[in-house]
């Protein structure tokens, strides 16, 4: 019964899926876990990437720099055989301290809004457009007080905002080539999630992935943590009440902070596995959940993770687990195994990038 529970809450994390969060098998020492509150101990932040969809033929030479078109706004599925993607969307900046630099569509999330709610909202102030996310691109954090959510995004209508309606939000926006962004940036770090959205539009690396409107108190990671021999793969599992994937709290001291999200993981593993002769690997996200209603403004990501002997030998069993809370569980279902070896020998996971 327990493996049947287990391959089914795998399944679902697997496929992008949220779970609730009862509570946590890990939390950091001399600190009493608060609830997170948005403006208060965590600040989150989403980012749109827009790429102009063209199809591969058409009339006459290519738009000049600073030549806008209008974007399409269908829902057919994403291909590369007959469509590239050489435009994106920037807006021009009306903040004081960037006043007339550009930057992809972005901005704070508000206390009540789902992610997704953010993410629109901010695109239609800063560019006029109304659009839905297609995947999570990549996540950023700085410590879990500030983390960034960047959406690879499609317009489905509205009206690209011009010079004419410039406010506080932004003085304009415009689709521009990829390879002839105008200039100044507001920062450069929107240049490699240009290019990150085109890749994925060329080839996807990972499943679409979207948040999941689940409520959380706490900024917390869910693991999929793994071992692997030939094609064997086990998982950690927690025993502390119903068996489950390990979910571990990040804290809000300094060296958490400075450490990053990492660190819960480390924790975590440290408090069941001698580590000084293993490594450990965060692959990336393989989805997260938030809700952000009724002042739950935590958020989940379920996080995929490597466990391997620095000097791996012929060491065919996972390390030794040294605390009666936790078991490292053989995943005997053919699916399970089969999807696992893939996501971890293609990285197909989302980047979570400090």
Request: proline share 8%; glycine share 6%; net charge negative.
């Amino acid at each position: 019964m327990a493996s049947e529970s287990l391959e089914r809450e795998l399944a679902a994390v697997l496929g992008g899926q949220g779970l609730c969060v009862q509570s946590c098998d890990s939390e950091p020492a001399g600190e009493l876990p608060a609830p997170v509150r948005l403006r208060r101990n965590v600040c989150y932040v989403v980012l749109a990437v827009f790429l102009n969809e063209q199809v591969s033929v058409r009339a006459g030479p290519p738009p000049g720099p600073g030549a806008r078109s209008q974007p399409r706004v269908d829902r057919e599925p994403i291909t590369s055989s007959h469509r590239f993607f050489d435009e994106v969307l920037l807006i021009q900046e009306a903040k004081k301290e960037c006043h007339g630099s550009w930057y992809l569509p972005a901005g704070r999330m508000e206390p009540g809004e789902t992610i997704v709610e953010a993410l629109q909202r901010e695109v239609k102030e800063e560019a006029g457009l109304h659009c839905e996310p297609l995947t999570l691109l990549s996540v950023e954090e700085r410590g879990p007080s500030w983390i960034r959510f960047v959406f690879l995004a499609h317009p489905t209508g509205g009206v690209l905002k011009t010079s004419k309606e410039a406010d506080a939000e932004s003085l304009q926006a415009g689709w521009y080539p990829r390879t002839s962004l105008p200039t100044p940036l507001r920062a450069h770090d929107i240049l490699h999630l240009v290019e990150l959205a085109a890749r994925y539009r060329h080839q996807p690396r990972h499943p679409l992935i979207l948040p999941q409107e689940l409520p959380c108190s706490l900024v917390c990671q869910r693991l999929v943590a793994t071992f692997t021999s030939v094609q064997t793969v086990w998982v950690l599992v927690s025993t502390m009440g119903v068996p489950h994937l390990p979910i571990t709290a990040c804290g809000f001291t300094p060296m958490e902070q400075r450490g990053g999200i990492k660190m819960a993981i480390l924790r975590l593993l440290q408090e069941c596995l001698t580590l000084h002769h293993l490594a450990v690997e965060t692959k990336g996200l393989l989805g997260l959940q938030h809700l952000g209603k009724d002042h739950t403004d935590g958020i989940c990501l379920n996080v995929l993770v490597t466990v391997t002997f620095r000097n791996p030998g012929i060491q065919n069993e996972p390390p030794k687990v040294r605390s009666e809370n936790f078991f490292w569980w053989k995943v005997m279902e053919e699916d399970l195994q089969s999807q696992l070896l893939q996501r971890l020998q293609e990285s197909s996971v989302i980047p979570v990038n400090r």
